[in-house]
C-alpha cells in the first residue's frame, strides 16, 4: 500500500528540539523529492520544507531557515526534520508528502504529526 507515515510528536518549550520522522511505504523512495509541511490552528496548510530525491538540495521557508534541517535516508525509506530553537509559533500538525510541491506526485495526506511549543 503506497503511504506515507508521520511520527515523532511531542511538546517542549520554546528553544527546545524535535525530531520528525516521515516513512514511506508502497513506491520507489528514491525515486521522488519530499516535502514537510504544516498546519495550524485555523490556518491553511504551509510549505515547510523540501528535499531533492538524492538529498542534494533542500529549500526551506523563511521563518524556519537556520532552525529546521531537513534530511534522508534512502535506505530507510525515510526522511526526517531536525527541528531546533523551536518557538510557538512553529506549533503545528506536520505532514510529510511526496514530491516538491506538484499535484502529480502528491499522495493522500496522512494523519501528520503534532509538534506542541510553549512560551
Known amino acids: 500500500q503506497v503511504q506515507l507515515v508521520e511520527s515523532g510528536a511531542g511538546w517542549v518549550q520554546s528553544g527546545g528540539s524535535l525530531r520528525l520522522s516521515c516513512a514511506a511505504y508502497g513506491f520507489t523512495f528514491s525515486a521522488y523529492g519530499m516535502t514537510w509541511y504544516r498546519q495550524s490552528p485555523g490556518k491553511e496548510r504551509e510549505f515547510v520544507a523540501l528535499?531533492?530525491?538524492?538529498?542534494?538540495?533542500?529549500l526551506y521557508t523563511v521563518s524556519v531557515k537556520g532552525r529546521f534541517a531537513i534530511s534522508r535516508d534512502n535506505a530507510k525509506n525515510t526522511m526526517y526534520l531536525q527541528m531546533n530553537s523551536l518557538k510557538p509559533e512553529d506549533t503545528a500538525v506536520y505532514y510529510c508528502?511526496?514530491?516538491?510541491?506538484?499535484?502529480?506526485?502528491?499522495?493522500?495526506w496522512g494523519q501528520g504529526t503534532q509538534v506542541t511549543v510553549s512560551p
Open positions: 528535499i531533492t530525491d538524492i538529498g542534494d538540495n533542500m
Open positions: 508528502n511526496r514530491g516538491l510541491g506538484d499535484r502529480a506526485s502528491r499522495l493522500a
